[in-house]
């Protein structure tokens, strides 16, 4: 079960569920992955609407790295995502937006 107030949000992949969430360590790999010069470029470009599909799998990969799952943007391209790619960009947006929840 995911736990909003950690930032994860749960994915399906090949039948099975998933935490993700964002790690510091997983939010600096996404920046130098998508060539973005800051953490504030990368939530623009998210929020603009001026990503790919490259850059939501890219996305999707660094939550399941934060939530301890290793696959790699190729592997979970081919993998089945219980909802399809609405689900995964639906799940790519929640992801980035509780990794900036500020608690009270």
């Given at each position: 079960m995911?736990?909003?107030?950690?930032g994860e949000v749960a994915l399906v992949v090949d039948d099975q569920?998933?935490?993700?969430?964002l790690t510091l360590g997983a939010l600096a790999e996404l920046e130098e992955e998508l060539a973005e010069p800051s953490l504030m470029a990368l939530?623009?470009?998210?929020e603009t609407g001026g990503f790919s599909t490259h850059d939501v799998l890219a996305?999707?990969?660094a939550?399941?790295?934060g939530g301890g799952v290793q696959m790699d943007?190729?592997?979970l391209a081919a993998a089945q995502i219980e909802g399809?790619?609405?689900?995964?960009?639906?799940?790519?947006?929640?992801?980035l937006a509780r990794a900036f929840v500020v608690q009270s």
């Open positions: 995911e736990n909003r107030w950690r569920t998933h935490n993700m969430r939530v623009q470009r998210f996305l999707l990969c939550g399941l790295r943007p190729d592997t399809g790619p609405m689900r995964a960009a639906q799940a790519a947006a929640e992801l």
